[in-house]
C-alpha cells in the first residue's frame, strides 16, 4: 500500500523568510499525482499546489513551489516569503493514476513568527 | 461559489447513541469521501463512494457505515458512538473518472469535531 510520511510535526519561519516542509512517499507506480493542501485554523482544507509524477518540471504557484525527486520519492514545499496567513496545517497527499482516493501524510503544522 | 457542506461543525453525543454526519456537495461530483483526521495521524479514509448507493471501504471502516441516496449527498453513520470514535470528520468530493479533469484535487467541507462522551 501506498504510504506518505511528513517528518515534521512542527515547523516554524520568520516572516517574509522561506521555509521547506518535507514529504516523502511509498509507491510502486509510476503514473501518480501529488498534492498540497494547507488547512488554516478554519478547518477549510485548501488545495495549494500539484504536480504529475510524469512532468519533470516542478509545479510552482506564486510564493509555493515544489522540489519533486522522482527517484527519491521526495515531495518538499517550498514557501518562499512567508506570510502570516501561511499558519496552518500543511497536508502532503498521494493518489495513483486511475485511483479515486488521496493518500495523506501525518501533516505539518507551519507557524509564522512575526 | 461551489461548496462542501457540512450539517455540523461541532458534535456532542453520548456513548451508544448513533451518530449521522451529513454532508452535501453542490458541483455534481461523481466521487464522495469521508475522512478521519487525529492529531499525528493525518487523515484517513474511513468510506468512499463513486457513484449513487455505491460504497468502498476505505483504511479504517470498523464501526462506520454510509449512505449515498443521492449524488449530492454523502451521510457517516456512526452505529454506536463509542469514545475512540472523538475525532475530526471531514467530508469532501471529487470529480469522477467519468468527468472531465479527473487529476484535480478534492474540495472538503469545513469539517466536523465530533466528541463522544
Known amino acids: 500500500a501506498q504510504t506518505v510520511t511528513q517528518s515534521q510535526p512542527e515547523m516554524s519561519v520568520q516572516e517574509a523568510e522561506t521555509v521547506t516542509l518535507s514529504c516523502t512517499y511509498d509507491?510502486?507506480?509510476?503514473?501518480?499525482?501529488l498534492f498540497w493542501y494547507k488547512q488554516p485554523p478554519s478547518r477549510q482544507m485548501i488545495l495549494v499546489i500539484r504536480?504529475?509524477?510524469?512532468?519533470?518540471q516542478n509545479a510552482t504557484e506564486n510564493r509555493f513551489s515544489v522540489n519533486f525527486q522522482k527517484a527519491a520519492k521526495s515531495f518538499s514545499l517550498k514557501i518562499s516569503d512567508s506570510q502570516l496567513g501561511d499558519a496552518a496545517m500543511y497536508f502532503c497527499?498521494?493518489?495513483?493514476?486511475?485511483?479515486?482516493?488521496?493518500?495523506f501524510g501525518q501533516g505539518t503544522r507551519l507557524t509564522i513568527n512575526p | 461559489d461551489v461548496k462542501v457542506t457540512q450539517s455540523s461543525r461541532y458534535l456532542v453525543k453520548r456513548t451508544g447513541e448513533k451518530v449521522f454526519l451529513e454532508c452535501v456537495q453542490d458541483?455534481?461530483?461523481?466521487?464522495m469521501f469521508w475522512y478521519r483526521q487525529d492529531p499525528g495521524l493525518g487523515l484517513r479514509l474511513i468510506y468512499f463512494?463513486?457513484?449513487?448507493?455505491?460504497?468502498e471501504k476505505g483504511d479504517i471502516p470498523e464501526g462506520y457505515s454510509v449512505s449515498r441516496e443521492k449524488k449530492e449527498r454523502f451521510s457517516l453513520i456512526l452505529e454506536s458512538a463509542s469514545t475512540n470514535q472523538t475525532s475530526m470528520y471531514l467530508c469532501?468530493?471529487?470529480?469522477?473518472?467519468?468527468?472531465?479533469?479527473?487529476?484535480?484535487?478534492?474540495?472538503f467541507g469545513s469539517g466536523t469535531r465530533l466528541t463522544v462522551v
Open positions: 469532501a468530493s471529487s470529480l469522477g473518472r467519468g468527468q472531465t479533469n479527473p487529476t484535480l484535487g478534492y474540495t
Open positions: 509507491t510502486s507506480e509510476s503514473d501518480y499525482y
Open positions: 504536480q504529475e509524477a510524469y512532468k519533470q
Open positions: 497527499a498521494y493518489r495513483r493514476e486511475g485511483a479515486q482516493k488521496l493518500v
Open positions: 458541483m455534481d461530483h461523481e466521487n
Open positions: 463512494s463513486y457513484d449513487v448507493k455505491m460504497k
